[in-house]
């Protein structure tokens, strides 16, 4: 498994630049003057800059993310088979509700894992 922190820690540091940027650009632009509106308009560039680093960032973690992952195909592999199930020391495979509800609990464990299945 490979360790994702170094990529997690570099989205959050792409993440924490354009914030800065960005309360700069809030800032200035909250000062009303033309003069902090100029200077907010200034800062547009670094802030697009920082969000282009920040986006791949992300995807740089999400790629790791992805490589990290285990193999679903294999986990939700189900072999066929061609031969029917068979009763487990002449059990049946179907049983009624009632008869399996006075059944013991060793004996409801085992008809269900030989594959047994109940009937209303």
């Known amino acids: 498994m490979l360790d994702l ?8 540091a792409a993440d924490a630049e354009v914030q800065k940027i960005a309360a700069k650009i809030d800032e200035h632009f909250r000062d009303g003057t033309e003069e902090s509106k100029l200077e907010a308009l200034a800062l547009r560039p670094a802030l697009d ?5 920040h ?3 992300v995807a740089l973690y999400e790629s790791m993310q992805k490589a990290n992952r285990p193999n679903d195909v294999a ?3 189900i072999p066929v088979s061609e031969a029917a199930t068979e ?7 179907e049983i ?8 013991s609990l060793q004996d409801r464990a085992k008809f269900i894992r030989s594959g047994g299945t109940i009937t209303d």
Do not use: G, I, S, W
Request: charged content about 40%.
């Open 5 to 12: 922190k170094p990529y997690f820690d570099a989205v959050n």
């Open 75 to 77: 986990k939700n592999f």
């Open 87 to 93: 009763a487990v020391d002449n059990q049946p495979t």
């Open 55 to 57: 986006a791949e960032a």
């Open 96 to 103: 009624k509700r009632a008869d399996y509800d006075r059944m």
């Open 49 to 53: 800059e920082a969000q282009d680093k």
